[in-house]
């Protein structure tokens, strides 16, 4: 081997070694909860090794019937459909009136949302909101969590207006001449030619909701039945024991990753689209 | 009949947004002069609740460990992210399957991998300390989520969360610079490390800038995970200061007193607002630099 094959062979070595190690420390903590809610409690809290040595496929069934699971993927989904729905709906119409249309207080609105996106109270809004939602009779289900992830719209908003300059206004004209009016273009032209863009930002929305804790956490406080995976998951935690029932709390981190990842693997460059988009603005 | 036409279609946005994001902001700016302990009715205060803030070393100690969380996490992710963007930026076999990788972690739910890791890192039977121990890496256990390394732990986590994403973003801002200027600086005899410094972030200029104005304001928010994996534990060695303006309004884990200070979180939450719009303003300034590139 000549030294010049060496000098370009080494720094690539490293690289690959680097790139390599960097994608095993992404993947292990996600293959250890895998592996890991297969396995008995026993062998996740001494055993030490990767895989299980009887795969114990009754972790899945008792976390779904007895730890409740199949009731908070039924809450996570309907909470995350409904949101996405919802969100997709609110924005796009917003977004098309804000792009195709000139009308008096334009720039506030836009004001408006894009300071919603940097100010930050925490917490503090939380406690009016839920009263918000005592007040409309709303908190005994999930329709106030719903509304409220709905309300957040603004990073999604400013996305779709990104995907409307992608639409020919020449369209839009034309439309009008051949006897459209302001609701039917949005209806008939724009929500179809939006329709790539809509699977990306109800991508988005999706996974935002499906992985919401906060706001469910304390939305259902005093109403079990109304969790969602997260806080369900994390409701485990203090009622069955960590140290007892570790295998089953694999197996319900598990379910709540799992539709995501099913998804990711058919949708990533999706996925991957979305959070690039917000930067190219 | 034209002219409200697009009314239409902005108001339920515009209800939803003042009702549910404006409101809740007005309520908090009201309360924050009151004394509300979340039943009965509020007595108005002042500016008591900003005196006690002073005073408040449970506080200040969150403000200092939301420096010390956003620090770790920033100077961790944002030059590892760069660095997977800038190799992945070249074409490659295997540069599509390792992006995915890299960018897997953002997709899962954070409170959901803050218990997986609670899990891994437990110090009593958690899974690294048996795989350290099973390959004689270390004689004893390490307390992982001890007084000494629980922020350093939360960081890590906080790092495998946020790389992904980071590097997606900066990947989006490397299509913009011409290639030309790599070769030129290639046949000039400029290596890897003279192309980042001189070509590379020089080029990202303002969307480096946005980047990690991002990244700041991200950091310093963030206490979603931490409430899960540590709820602000040891001895408050993790509490970061928009976990302690939760605790105000739900004090849930048995670490703090039981008591709900509506009055005193509105005040604690305005105050972190504040230190977070002071920190994002002073970057901008003196990042200015940056944008003056073109």
Redesign the interface.
Known sequence: MTSAKILTLVPRTILWLFLLLTAFLMLFPVALTVLGSFKTNLEVTVGATILPKVWQFGNYSTAWKAANFSRFTWNSTFVSAATTVGTLLVTTMAAYAVDRANFFGKRFYVVLQASMLFISIGAVVLRPQFDMMIGLGLQKSLWGVIIILISAHASIFFMLIGFFRGIPRDLDEAALIDGCNFYSVFWRIVLPLLRPALAVCGLFVFRGAWNEYILPLVFTMTRPELQTLTVGLAGLRYSIGSASETQLMLAGACLSILPMLVVYIFANKSFMQVSAGAVKG | M??T???A??M???L??L???????L??LRYMFYDYPGYGSATYVGLDNFARLMRDAEYWNSVKNTFIYAGGKLVLTLP?SLI?AV?LNKAFRGRQL????????????????S??????F?A??G?AN??L??YHLISSPINWLGADYAMLTTILIAV?GG???YM??F???LQGIPNDLYEAASLDGAN?AQKLFKITIPMLGP?LQ??VMYAI?VAL?G??SI??FTGGGPYGKTDVM?LY??K???P?SADTASMQR?GY??AV??A??II?GVVTALYFYFSRKMDKIY
């Open positions: 034209r002219k036409q697009p009314y279609f902005i339920p946005s515009l939803l947004t009702a549910l994001g404006v409101y809740p902001i309520w908090a590892l997977l190799i390792l992006r995915a990788i890299y960018f897997l972690p953002t997709i899962i739910s954070a409170s959901v991998m218990i997986v890791f609670f899990i891994i437990n009593y039977n899974m048996q795989f121990m099973k495998w790389v992904g994403n997606l973003l990947l989006a801002g890897a969307v946005m980047i304001t928010k206490y979603e409430m899960v928009y303006v939760f105000q309004f739900f849930i509506f979180g509105s939450g305005f972190s607002a977070v």
